[in-house]
């Protein structure tokens, strides 16, 4: 997976297909949407970015510390 360096959102929405922001909210593509953002290099992005993506993707709030939180997070929600 080629990353260039866009927003989060739309960096995921294009690796997963999705043609808008708006289909990251489907609940049957949130498990593919998260192995993907598992694959990317997380220091590439804040981890405000990472919190308002998995808050916008997931539907509910959520806060990490660090990209270690992250990380996890996105291991257990990709499985």
Not at 39 to 49: F, N, P, Q, T, V
Not at 57 to 77: H, M, T, W
Request: net charge negative; hydrophobic share 35%; with cysteine.
């Amino acid at each position: 997976m080629k990353e260039e360096k866009g927003s989060l959102l739309e960096d995921l929405a294009r690796w997963t297909g999705c043609q808008y922001l708006s289909d990251l909210h489907q609940p049957d593509k949130r498990k593919e949407i998260f192995k993907a953002a598992e694959k990317l290099d997380i220091s590439k992005y804040s981890l405000g970015e990472w919190e308002d993506a998995i808050m916008y993707i997931a539907e509910q709030p959520c806060s990490f510390n660090d990209a270690e939180g992250v990380r996890e997070y996105l291991q257990k929600e990709a499985e």
